[in-house]
């Protein structure tokens, strides 16, 4: 799911790109968001494991 939505940014940027929408280096603008998404993939997948384990010792107790 996650490589999903990052070829969709990038794919949006390259169609700003294409548009004229966007101008100069497009892979100065890539980068940094790929960056962004991962870090917030990272941050989103480790509160959901929190949460799922939390769950569970609740349960257990």
Same mark, same amino acid.
């Given at each position: %799911?996650?490589?999903?939505?990052? @070829?969709?940014?990038? +794919? /949006? /940027?390259?169609?700003?790109?294409?548009? +004229? !929408?966007?101008? +100069?280096? /497009? &892979?100065?603008?890539? &980068?940094? @968001? /790929?960056?962004?998404? *991962? +870090? @917030?993939?990272? !941050?989103?997948?480790?509160? $959901? *494991?929190? %949460? *799922? $384990?939390?769950? !569970? &010792?609740?349960?257990?107790?």
């Amino acid at each position: %799911m996650f490589i999903s939505f990052l @070829l969709i940014i990038i +794919g /949006v /940027v390259f169609l700003l790109k294409n548009l +004229g !929408i966007i101008s +100069g280096n /497009v &892979w100065g603008i890539i &980068w940094p @968001l /790929v960056l962004i998404a *991962f +870090g @917030l993939y990272l !941050i989103l997948k480790t509160h $959901r *494991f929190r %949460m *799922f $384990r939390d769950k !569970i &010792w609740k349960k257990l107790e």
